[in-house]
RNA sequence: GCACAGGUGGCCGAGCGGUUAAUGGCAGCAGACUGUAAAUCUGCCGCUCCUUGCGAGCUACGGAGGUUCGAAUCCUCCCCUGUGCA
């Protein structure tokens, strides 16, 4: 049984409001996913991500695979039990560490040999073994092998990157389809499956994009994802290519934009037609001090902040910024204490998803098209 | 009282005749983080001034003298701390 996305509205600009009816959970979109490689979105427990309201969650396939290892997972009956995350989760295929742990690996056509960042032992990671490793784990939505093409890259560069990328993605989806039975939870979800991605790279070059585009659609995905993009490019450009490449996309299947990004920016994005990001960003601001607030930035660990005793964002309605002030905010990451980055990233993810939640409410009274 | 070992910038701690306003670390101040090698990384961190520069002046390695062209570094005395012996 095929993913089942419905557009609910749509805007003149391309923005849609949909569902996207995963296995473990309808997911409203626009939506906002927080990351949580090590099988935790760090610092928050999975209580108080669901009580946010987050509905789909990441896992990454690269770390999950070195520690515990997808086997262990399989055998204690997949990611979601592993984790105890009850609502979707989505996998990142191991294709962004090919990107960031660029001192640590090898490229070729077949894969990738990794030397782990933990040990320093090796490993090959090609399309089918990704594959193998994200059944195992089981997340609703995997995500075809690709490579995360750098910037700046000549247009050799990206042209040979996406010609990996694309041979990839064939490969990743042939053995998805063949083996996605295997999925842990295979026999409890009404013959719902585990769904695959599509990820479109072509760096910055315009053409590259769309013939990326254009060739994943023929493959036919679940769904489908830009990548490469916000690794330092500039933003006129991120917003270039992104515009380039939506309409290319069908339009009943999702959107995910990849790794994206600041608070403006997916609110951004999601007005012009994605259905998913995720980020790092307010997780990992957050362990760093920087709230993302109604009023801007706020790094909290000034020391303008010793005595305010104003919740972080006077317009937050969030857990944190219902209890606690920013003095006591910044005293906690002054002294180091762990519950900083809890409270933090608390706030941060509230304010990601507030963001998304006002987005699907525009979305919802405008003019449908 | 005697014998050792020590006293260095907010703290800890290198340096033991000259590129030394003085290595490091911590604390402090500020900045950066975009499919997480990130509770990480970067910069500043004696005082004053300006034409903000591998700029100028001042003060500084327990205290006071001394040796030397030159001392945190060597010598003398004093003060203090630790350990051991009385």
Request: glycine residues 8%.
């Amino acid at each position: 049984m095929s993913l089942r996305f419905d557009v609910l509205h749509s805007t003149a600009a391309g923005g849609r409001r949909g569902r996207m009816n995963l296995p473990h959970q309808a997911v409203e979109t626009p939506v906002f996913m927080p990351v949580g490689t090590a099988g935790s979105v760090k610092a928050v427990p999975q209580e108080t991500v669901e009580s946010l309201g987050a509905e789909l969650i990441l896992g990454n396939t690269y770390h999950l695979y070195l520690r515990p290892g997808h086997q262990a997972i399989r055998r204690m009956g997949g990611l979601h039990r592993f984790i105890s995350w009850p609502r979707a989760m989505l996998t990142d295929s191991g294709g962004f560490q090919v990107f960031s742990l660029s001192g640590l690996r090898k490229v070729t056509d077949e894969g990738v040999t990794f030397r782990s960042h933990l040990d320093g032992s090796l490993h090959s990671f090609a399309p089918e073994h990704s594959m193998d490793v994200q059944i195992a784990l089981g997340a609703d939505i995997a995500m075809a092998f690709d490579e995360c093409t750098e910037y700046p890259a000549s247009r050799e560069r990206a042209q040979e990157s996406l010609r990996l990328t694309m041979n990839w993605a064939r490969r990743s989806l042939s053995h998805f389809r063949a083996h996605q039975n295997l999925v842990p939870w295979h026999d409890a979800m009404n013959g719902q499956t585990q769904n695959l991605f599509g990820i479109v790279q072509g760096g910055t070059y315009l053409d590259l994009r769309r013939e990326s585009a254009e060739r994943l659609v023929e493959m036919d995905f679940d769904g489908y994802a830009i990548g490469g993009l916000s690794v330092g490019e500039p933003r006129q450009l991120t917003q270039e290519m992104i515009a380039e490449v939506l309409p290319l996309l069908p339009k009943d299947k999702p959107r995910y934009l990849m790794g994206v990004g600041y608070p403006d920016e997916i609110e951004e994005y999601a007005r012009m037609g994605v259905d998913m990001m995720d980020c790092v960003l307010p997780t990992r601001a957050a362990r760093h001090g920087l709230l993302f607030t109604s009023q801007g930035r706020m790094n909290i660990k000034n020391k303008q902040y010793a005595e305010d005793q104003n919740p972080p964002d006077l317009d937050c309605p969030c857990p944190t910024c219902r209890r606690y002030s920013r003095a006591y905010l910044r005293h906690l990451m002054q002294c180091a204490e762990p519950l900083a980055a809890t409270l933090n990233s608390i706030h941060n993810l509230a304010h990601y998803l507030d963001i998304m939640q006002r987005v699907r409410q525009s979305l919802q009274s405008a003019q449908t098209v």
